[in-house]
């Protein structure tokens, strides 16, 4: 009738589990792929920090002498200020404008492409398989002096710098902006995707405006992506150095130009690797106090 | 049906001791149970008693803390799910999406290497009246489509056990009813042994041969549906499986084959055989159509026990008019009176006897200082 | 009237600015698309101007010194690089998103940091590294890198797909006897397929595109970027647009078949 009493001595005695539960089996997972990162990430950044403390005055071919010379970092500082801070401030223009054309670009196909949904997310994919450098030596063509932008441009009056558009600070930042666009749109996109178009519908039977639909919905659900794609665009900007260099002078050069000369051509190790450890630090910096600001813990 | 079974039959389910704790926290407390081979077990009760954590035991997909687990005379407890004559129907149905219906299907009978399963997986689709679907992927189904191939991808491996954790709960009450008729039909056909959890009593009762109602990982009774209804164990039984009317009271002796009951200041007694509490507090139950409604005291008939009150409302629901009667101290009775057309209603505000026969009446024990009977939430039911 | 237009307006702007956005995408590589029709030399200087149509690159793409050597040798590098970044990412995040361990929070610093670091310092620390080290620069170098700086994105895409995974699946697979190996390639790895396919194509153009690293790290090899980067400074040769746009058309061509089976789906 009621449930059957206790069958004695069987409980307490736990069994020997069939199959012990593994707990080194994580580990074994992350073994190959974590070394990897350790030996060609973290070692080479902390050897990249040695290096920075190195005597300037050797040479790749007669060796370095380790004389913790932190004067590097307030050499690097003080001549190349003007080039951190155009790096992080171009960055930052660039972060905006992706921002501002990224956004309705991930709400329309997220939430107004319907059917053509996926076309349309290919057509943003589908630029980054032309290398980038084609890409950016066609924006050369198009903001050439005698090219359609600017021959327009005059038609219309509008003045430019100089009377023209490539070799400017514009022309780098558009380049800016079209390279990293697509890292601005596709977490946006993807975050979006994930938006119950319901929730929209459901506010607005609750008396929300399309604005306020807009800045009480749609955007805090997105917060995710922004501050991914945020992310994901204003690093590789501010390291960037191929667009000042193509469609730019050395007026417009940033902290990459430099550091990759230091490395390349000039061949002075323990300033450039001063110059890229403070970028890194700066980056780093700046990344995790805008993380903890936005609030989203689980980025990425 | 003519299909072999693998494994042995004449293997009840036994369950001994069975605890489950999440931390500090015990969701299954020294379970015991024993589920006959081929019977259809209803497992009842209120939201996060346990249920599907003990279906999850049996299943193999959680460890017991303690207590052992049986099949006949295998102890399964620690075997991996997969090595377990056992199946489940999961209660959001986990049909693989990157599979179509027939595949689904064929799923556990590939995984034991059975070969040319083409036949069986068309007999099955075909068990549950989906012949021509065999080539859709689920998420083209219904609801209740997809919740038959569910049962189907199941039933086809003829398991000693099958798990039901609410299989039902998200179709519409037509096609609800309809289910649990085919439930019960295969159920016979194929004579499996069903373990199926549902919030519906009306569900396990109509389907199950045995009902066990768990309350905070315990269960509280069980037994067959019209033993469970017709004399409920305890307060909590009494109220979960339907509805009773409870009266708090304590024992005052007895009288040959009568037990003598006083409550708010009344005397009743009913037969010692309906009684599960000889002395001390207790609860004397009556359920709300057991009582009848009679206009005057000297209208009861002879034999009846008899409260009187008033009726402060009524609710006509069709079949029957149910009403609430207020008697001197208070606490409000519940009757139910069939619209046999007989008798004609009663208007509310008037003063009226209610009566039932002694034998109609339960005694329950009650815990010294109750005088609410546990009520189950009615969100958990819902 | 004017109601009903700014409704039509209204209903339609986003798109539109998404529209425009998108050309503002594709305006590059129509540039290019035409550059590679042009009838000009080698040392033509590389403006629109003075246009004349030809045939005669796409007829031969490699028809410049070196430029299909660089081009097979990148094609390479990126399977390489994609082939081992997904097969360490994915065990990865296998651990990340199933298990519970010590060291998480750490393991994920790991994963995230090389995200937050701009190539130029991922590429000359590397450097630094093998030339401390007296590693020859190559191709091995170039691969090694490649899969050190695809491995994060790997990571996060797959792990995002594992998370969304109904883990009661699983579960079902084992009630129908489906053990662990069983259970991992009939019915975990399908469904994470589409992350770990979309963490290669990611892989596989970060790779075969990537200058920056590469530039540090190559020694005497020269990759398709780094010919193009080459040939920026020199001449640029036609053959550069006629790869540029067939790779685009390409792997346009390759995830729109992909999708076909997905837009039907949509429709019925
Ligand atoms: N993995 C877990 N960790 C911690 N607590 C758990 C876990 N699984 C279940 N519980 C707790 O155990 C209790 C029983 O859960 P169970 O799922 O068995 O309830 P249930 O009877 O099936 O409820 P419902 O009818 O709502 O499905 C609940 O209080 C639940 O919160
Ligand atoms: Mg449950």
Known sequence: ?300 | MSEQRHGDSGADLNLVGVTKSFGAFTAVDDLSLTVPQGSFFALLGASGCGKTTTLRMIAGLEEPTAGRILLGDQDVTRLRPYKRPVNTVFQSYALFPHLNISDNVAFGLRRRGVKGVADQVERMLRLVDLESFGKRKPAQLSGGQQQRVALARALINHPQVLLLDEPLGALDLKLRRQMQVELKRIQTEVGITFVHVTHDQEEAMTMADTVAVMNAGKIEQLGSPVEMYDYPGTAFVANFLGQSNLFAGGVTGRSGDDVLVEAHGARFSLPATRARAADGSVWLGVRPEKMHLAAALDKVPAGHQSVTGIITDSSYVGVSTQYLVRPAWGDELTVFVPNSGVAAPLAVASEVTVHWRPEHAFLLSRPEGQTVAPVVDAEALA | MLHRLRRWVADRWVMAIGLIVLLYLFVPIGVVAAMSFRDAGRNAPYTLENYKFTWAHWADPFGAAGIGHAFWLSIAIAALATLGAVILGTLMSFALARHSFRGRAATNTLIFLPMATPEIVMGSSLLALFVAAGVQLGFWTIVIAHVMFCLSFVVVTVKARLAGLDPRLQEAAMDLYANEVQTFLRVTLPLVMPGIVAAALLSFSLSFDDFIVTNFNSGSVVTFPMFVWGASQRGIPPQINVIGTAMFVISFLVVLIGQIPNLRRRKA
Not at chain 1, 67 to 78: E, V
Not at chain 1, 90 to 111: D, E, K, Q, R
Not at chain 1, 147 to 174: E, F, K, S, Y
Not at chain 1, 176 to 191: C, I, Q, R
């Open chain 1, 1 to 300: 009738m009621s449930a059957l009493g206790h069958v004695g001595g069987s409980t307490g005695t736990p069994a020997k589990l069939e199959k012990p539960r593994k707990r080194w089996l994580p580990y074994l997972l992350l073994l190959p792929g974590g070394l990897w990162l350790i030996l060609f990430f973290a070692v080479p950044a902390i050897q990249l920090f040695a290096t920075s403390l190195y005597d300037p005055s050797g040479s790749l071919e007669e060796g370095y002498a380790m004389t913790w010379q932190f004067s590097n970092y307030a050499d690097a500082a003080s001549e190349y200020l003007p080039h951190f801070m155009r790096s992080l401030g171009y960055a930052a223009l660039t972060t905006v404008i992706c921002l501002l054309l990224g956004y309705p670009l991930a709400y329309a196909i997220a939430l107004k492409g319907g059917r053509w949904k996926n076309l349309l997310l290919i057509c943003v994919i589908a630029p980054f398989f032309t290398s980038f450098l084609i890409r950016t030596l066609a924006w050369k063509v198009i903001l050439s002096d005698n090219g359609w932008v600017v021959t327009t441009l005059d038609a219309l009056h509008v003045p430019l710098p100089d009377g023209r558009l490539l070799a400017t600070t514009p022309a780098v930042i558009a380049g800016l902006v079209y390279n990293f666009l697509p890292f601005m749109v596709l977490p946006l996109y993807a975050s979006l995707e994930k938006l119950d178009p319901r929730l929209l519908e459901a506010a607005g039977d609750l008396y929300a405006r399309p604005v306020a639909r807009f800045t009480r919905v749609a955007l805090p659900l997105s917060m995710p992506g922004v501050v991914a794609g945020t992310l994901l665009t204003f690093i590789p900007a501010a390291g960037d150095y191929i667009n000042a260099q193509l469609l730019g002078t050395n007026r417009q050069y940033m902290i990459g130009n430099v550091i990759q000369s230091k490395f390349l051509r000039v061949g002075d190790y323990p300033n450039a690797a001063a110059l890229s450890f403070t970028l890194m630090a700066a980056i780093l910096v700046l990344v995790f106090v805008y993380v903890r600001r936005a609030g989203t813990d689980e980025v990425l």
